[in-house]
């Protein structure tokens, strides 16, 4: 028996069928409507007419694509950090704790350059 004569045979029943199966299938997009906001349009669009799945189906692949895109992510940045040489580069010095021996240090270095200078400058003329 194919639909033709199913339908000749048994209106009621085909017409019953498919009205269970036009609400069936409104309540499949229905679902997915309801969870499609943080899932992209083109997987909502293809759930939903090309290749059809269920809310939960749908649900559970967009979680893998977004699994997927993370990892992706993560393995690009960290190759962009060890390919920027950002390893290469040293700290910077830590600054002193004590402002005031930093600037005691600074005179006491100026003051020896100064010696230098003058005892250059002695020796110079002593001769």
């Not at 083109?42 to 993370?70: C, G, H, I, S, W």
């Not at 960290?78 to 704790?97: I, N, R, T, Y």
């Not at 010696?115 to 002593?126: R, T």
């Amino acid at each position: 028996m194919d639909v033709t004569e199913l339908r000749a045979q048994h209106p009621d029943l085909v017409a019953e069928i498919e009205s269970a199966a036009a609400e069936a299938e409104r309540n499949r997009i229905a679902e997915i409507d309801e969870i499609s906001a943080g899932i992209p349009a083109e997987m909502v669009a293809d759930a939903k007419y090309a290749n059809p799945v269920t809310a939960q189906e749908l649900a559970f692949a967009a979680m893998k694509a977004e699994r997927a895109a993370a990892a992706g992510y993560m393995a690009g940045a960290l190759e962009d950090a060890q390919a920027s040489g950002a390893g290469e580069v040293a700290a910077a010095p830590a600054a002193p704790e004590d402002p005031k021996a930093q600037s005691e240090a600074e005179a006491a270095e100026a003051m020896a350059k100064a010696v230098e200078l003058v005892n250059a400058m002695n020796s110079k003329e002593a001769r």
